[in-house]
């Protein structure tokens, strides 16, 4: 290999050589390693002999490295990783560009669309990303399309035509020169590859793994899941974590599993082309891409921090499928009890929510969260509740229709935007804001549990400024430890790692 590939900017070689050398799975996702005299890219965890210092560069992205004219690693697949945790925990334009990315804005819209949602102009953008990760909007699209057609023609049974254009690729053209350059393979070899491993979905029923960087506090997550699981929208069983999904081409269903080091989600009446979104949105909602070896080394160190964090290491935030969705889910909890909550939120579901397009079992979720359009026409009709409540609930989602409410919004500009509307408070802004945009460094205000937590332990101003910034995981842990008794009733036994399921 020939190319004069220079490191990434944004990347310390000799942290990226320890990381490789070691072969440390902890760093998959967070960068690739070029290595010039195999002309390939591999993940840092990769089992193949250590290339020479002088031999290997270090890239961010995988669009980066094929830009380069590198080619995947067979052996290691290195766009099999989790997502890197940069663009969960950065808040800069690069961030969330690559957030929007990942959700297929760019497949679905265009670049111009994605430059028009970050509001930017589409020379200004690619020129940041360029300058940063070292390729352009496009050549990252690529990438993420290249990674979606790798996993349908290696995890379905799907016609190779079609994975092309469910992939996002305008051309059979366009998507055999890609695969070709990203895998050195063509689209049949790369299938063939992957059906020697077995486990192959169906065309209308796929199951993905969902890989996570470890330790993952399953208990936690499974709680937050359980314990807000609405009829009609959700269901869980004890061990699986079910619900409908709003997709852009059509709607589907998920049922969520916690294995050893993956979470097994199974996708059902799924639009192929809208894969990547429904994967996407599933990692944020467990907050999949977070390093929890970086923010409980922070946390672990804290005075009143450090036991909780010991107690439960993996801990991570409650993400967010749908903006609306969750804006108006937590509005609606407001000042009640959690089980009023559900029983509220269930009945809007069950008025306004639009039945799913298939057949479903007596106790399947059976229908999808109401559109924002459907609860500012109607949810007088159908919300209880003091007036002003109901008021504020459809004043809300009247401005949902029009509000960014993605996870590529800046952050403080979505709680400025909360904020001007009818009853949202301190505590309602710094929860959307949490699990839409993944904010790590929230600590949320006006919080009856957090306050009995920070009063309990003694905490004080400087305290929580010190835990900046994981200030999110740090609310987490003072909720963890003030519901433990409701988490171990709820969650009685730990997840299911047996077998190999995909």
Same mark, same amino acid.
């Given at each position: 290999?020939?190319?004069?590939? &220079?490191?990434?900017?944004?990347?310390?070689?000799?942290?990226?050589?320890?990381?490789?050398?070691?072969?440390?799975?902890?760093? *998959?996702?967070?960068? !690739?390693?070029?290595?010039?005299? &195999?002309?390939?890219?591999?993940?840092?965890?990769?089992?193949?002999?250590?290339?020479?210092?002088?031999?290997?560069?270090?890239?961010?992205?995988?669009?980066?490295?094929?830009?380069?004219?590198?080619?995947?690693?067979?052996?290691?697949?290195?766009?099999?990783?989790?997502?890197?945790? #940069?663009?969960?925990?950065?808040?800069? #334009?690069?961030?969330?560009?690559?957030?929007?990315?990942?959700?297929?804005?760019?497949?679905?819209?265009?670049?111009?669309?994605?430059?028009?949602?970050?509001?930017?102009?589409? $020379?200004?953008?690619?020129?940041?990303?360029?300058?940063?990760?070292?390729?352009?909007?496009?050549?990252?699209?690529?990438?993420?399309?290249?990674?979606?057609?790798?996993?349908?023609?290696?995890?379905?049974?799907?016609?190779?035509?079609?994975?092309?254009?469910?992939?996002?690729?305008?051309?059979?053209?366009?998507?055999?020169?890609?695969?070709?350059?990203?895998?050195?393979?063509?689209?049949?070899?790369?299938?063939?590859?992957?059906?020697?491993?077995?486990?192959?979905?169906?065309?209308?029923?796929?199951?993905?793994?969902?890989?996570?960087?470890?330790?993952?506090?399953?208990?936690?997550? /499974?709680?937050?899941?359980?314990?807000?699981?609405?009829?009609?929208?959700?269901?869980?069983?004890?061990? &699986?974590?079910?619900?409908?999904?709003?997709?852009?081409?059509?709607?589907?269903?998920?049922?969520?599993?916690?294995?050893? *080091?993956?979470?097994?989600?199974?996708?059902?009446?799924?639009?192929?082309?809208?894969?990547?979104?429904?994967?996407?949105?599933?990692?944020?909602?467990?907050?999949? *891409?977070?390093?929890?070896?970086?923010?409980?080394?922070?946390?672990?160190?804290?005075?009143?921090?450090? %036991?909780?964090?010991?107690?439960?290491?993996?801990?991570?935030?409650? %993400?967010?499928?749908?903006?609306?969705?969750?804006?108006?889910?937590?509005?609606?909890?407001?000042?009640?009890?959690?089980?009023?909550?559900?029983?509220?939120?269930?009945?809007?579901?069950?008025?306004?929510?639009?039945?799913?397009?298939?057949?479903?079992?007596?106790?399947?979720?059976?229908?999808?969260?109401?559109?924002?359009?459907?609860?500012?026409?109607?949810?007088?009709?159908? /919300?209880?509740?003091?007036? $002003?409540?109901?008021?504020?609930?459809?004043?809300?989602?009247?401005?949902?229709?029009?509000?960014?409410?993605?996870?590529?919004?800046?952050?403080?500009? #979505?709680?400025?935007?909360?904020?001007?509307?009818?009853?949202?408070?301190?505590?309602?802004?710094?929860? !959307? !804001?949490?699990?839409?945009? %993944?904010?790590?460094?929230?600590?949320?205000?006006?919080? /009856?549990?957090?306050?009995?937590?920070?009063?309990?332990? %003694?905490?004080?101003?400087?305290?929580?400024?010190?835990?900046?910034?994981?200030?999110?995981?740090?609310?987490?842990?003072?909720?963890?430890?003030? /519901?433990?008794?409701?988490?171990?009733?709820?969650?009685?036994?730990?997840?299911?790692?047996?077998?190999?399921?995909?």
């Amino acid at each position: 290999m020939t190319s004069t590939a &220079t490191p990434s900017p944004a990347l310390d070689f000799d942290r990226c050589y320890r990381a490789l050398s070691g072969r440390d799975p902890r760093f *998959d996702g967070q960068f !690739v390693a070029t290595v010039l005299t &195999t002309g390939i890219y591999c993940r840092p965890s990769c089992p193949a002999r250590t290339p020479k210092p002088e031999n290997v560069r270090f890239e961010l992205t995988t669009a980066a490295a094929t830009a380069r004219g590198f080619r995947a690693c067979r052996r290691c697949l290195p766009d099999a990783t989790p997502g890197s945790p #940069l663009w969960n925990t950065r808040a800069d #334009l690069v961030a969330r560009a690559m957030r929007l990315i990942a959700d297929g804005l760019v497949d679905r819209d265009g670049v111009g669309g994605l430059a028009a949602a970050l509001g930017y102009t589409e $020379r200004h953008l690619s020129r940041v990303l360029t300058a940063e990760l070292g390729a352009g909007t496009a050549a990252l699209a690529r990438a993420h399309r290249a990674s979606s057609a790798r996993l349908l023609l290696t995890r379905t049974d799907m016609p190779i035509g079609d994975v092309a254009f469910a992939s996002g690729f305008s051309s059979i053209r366009q998507f055999n020169d890609t695969v070709r350059d990203f895998y050195d393979a063509t689209p049949s070899a790369l299938r063939a590859a992957g059906s020697s491993r077995g486990d192959i979905s169906t065309s209308d029923r796929i199951t993905v793994r969902l890989p996570f960087r470890p330790p993952y506090d399953a208990a936690w997550t /499974l709680y937050g899941l359980a314990a807000h699981a609405v009829t009609g929208l959700e269901r869980w069983d004890g061990s &699986t974590f079910e619900r409908t999904l709003r997709l852009p081409h059509r709607p589907a269903s998920v049922r969520l599993a916690v294995r050893t *080091d993956h979470v097994s989600a199974s996708f059902e009446h799924l639009d192929m082309r809208d894969l990547s979104a429904a994967v996407n949105r599933v990692r944020r909602l467990l907050d999949l *891409d977070a390093d929890p070896i970086v923010i409980d080394d922070t946390l672990r160190g804290d005075r009143l921090l450090g %036991g909780l964090v010991a107690r439960n290491p993996g801990i991570r935030i409650p %993400g967010s499928v749908d903006g609306v969705e969750t804006l108006i889910r937590i509005m609606m909890g407001q000042q009640i009890s959690l089980n009023a909550a559900r029983t509220r939120i269930a009945r809007l579901v069950a008025a306004l929510g639009e039945p799913v397009p298939w057949e479903t079992d007596e106790n399947s979720p059976d229908r999808l969260f109401p559109t924002a359009d459907a609860i500012a026409a109607h949810g007088p009709e159908v /919300l209880t509740g003091p007036t $002003r409540s109901v008021r504020s609930i459809t004043d809300a989602a009247a401005c949902g229709i029009h509000m960014e409410l993605h996870a590529g919004v800046d952050a403080s500009n #979505l709680r400025a935007d909360l904020l001007r509307l009818s009853g949202v408070g301190d505590w309602t802004a710094d929860q !959307v !804001v949490m699990r839409v945009t %993944g904010d790590p460094d929230v600590l949320t205000r006006a919080d /009856l549990v957090i306050d009995r937590a920070i009063a309990a332990l %003694g905490v004080t101003a400087v305290d929580t400024a010190s835990w900046s910034p994981w200030r999110s995981y740090a609310t987490m842990h003072l909720w963890r430890h003030q /519901l433990a008794h409701r988490v171990d009733e709820t969650v009685a036994r730990e997840p299911n790692t047996e077998g190999n399921t995909p």
